[in-house]
C-alpha cells in the first residue's frame, strides 16, 4: 500500500510540470502573435510614412522640372567640375609652388622648353622598335594591298557571249567580281591563266603578256585604258 501511494504521488507532481508547462507555451504563444500583430502595425505605418514621403519627392521633382530652364544656345554651359584650368607653373618662390614648382632639381625636364619626344627611352632601343613588326596589310605597308582588280581569260571565255564587250563595269553586273571598298578605286587587269576560244573586246588599263596574246589570237581586240597618272615633280626646264 505505502509503495502504491508513493507512486501516486509522483505521478501527480509529473501531471502538474506539464500543466506548467503547457501554460508557459500557451503564454509565450500569446505573446509572439501580440509582437507580430504590432510588428504589422508598425512596417505598415512606415510604408505608409515612405510612399508619402516619395510622392512628395515626384511632386517636388515635377515643379523643379518645370520651373527649370529650358536648354538654348545662351544657357550653354560645361556641367561643374568638367573642366579644369591649366596649372600654370611658377618660377621662383613668389608663384607660391614653393622653389621648383613641382619639376624637381635641375635635369632636362626641368628647363625650359625641355622634355623629350614621346617614345623616347633616354638612347636605348625604344619599344615601337624592339617589338617585331607584321609583314603586308596588318603591319601598315602598301606592300600588301593590291593595285588591280583582276580577272584571268578563262573566266572571260565561260561568262562572256562572242562579240561582247568586256569591261569593269560589265564584269561587276555579271557578278563575275564583286567590288566593294577601296577595291571600287581600282582599275581592271587582265591575266593569261586558261583558255579563250571567243571574239572578245576586252577595255582594261593593264595586260599581262600571255593574256593580250591569247585575246589576239582568238580574233578578240585588246583596248588598253589610261590608267592614273602617277605624280612626278617637275624637271628644270
Do not use: C, H
Not at 515612405?50 to 530652364?69: I, K, Y
Not at 625641355?114 to 606592300?143: D, H, S, V
Request: charged fraction near 35%; charge should be positive; proline fraction near 3%.
Amino acid at each position: 500500500l505505502s509503495s502504491t501511494s508513493w507512486w501516486w504521488e509522483e505521478e501527480d507532481e509529473r501531471e502538474e510540470e506539464r500543466r506548467e508547462e503547457s501554460m508557459k507555451t500557451a503564454a509565450l504563444v500569446k505573446k509572439s502573435s501580440v509582437v507580430s500583430s504590432s510588428a504589422r502595425r508598425r512596417g505598415g505605418a512606415l510604408v505608409l510614412r515612405r510612399l508619402t514621403r516619395s510622392s512628395a519627392a515626384a511632386e517636388s521633382d515635377s515643379a523643379a522640372v518645370e520651373n527649370e530652364e529650358r536648354f538654348r544656345l545662351n544657357n550653354l554651359s560645361p556641367e561643374a567640375g568638367s573642366r579644369k584650368a591649366k596649372k600654370r607653373i611658377g618660377r621662383g618662390y613668389g608663384a607660391g609652388q614653393g622653389g621648383s614648382a613641382g619639376k624637381g632639381m635641375r635635369g632636362q625636364n626641368a628647363r625650359s622648353g625641355g622634355g623629350t619626344r614621346p617614345g623616347f627611352e633616354g638612347g636605348q632601343n625604344p619599344l615601337y622598335r624592339r617589338l617585331p613588326k607584321l609583314r603586308g596589310i596588318a603591319g601598315g605597308m602598301g606592300a600588301g594591298q593590291k593595285d588591280y582588280n583582276v580577272v584571268n581569260v578563262g573566266v572571260l571565255n565561260e561568262r562572256f557571249s562572242e562579240g561582247e564587250v568586256v569591261s569593269l563595269a560589265s564584269l561587276e553586273e555579271k557578278r563575275v567580281l564583286d567590288i566593294s571598298g577601296r577595291e571600287k578605286k581600282l582599275p581592271l587587269k587582265v591575266l593569261g591563266d586558261g583558255a579563250i576560244e571567243k571574239n572578245l573586246t576586252v577595255e582594261a588599263v593593264a595586260f599581262s603578256k600571255a593574256a593580250k596574246e591569247k585575246i589576239e589570237s582568238a580574233g578578240g581586240k585588246v583596248v588598253e585604258l589610261p590608267g592614273k597618272k602617277k605624280w612626278m615633280r617637275a624637271r628644270d626646264k
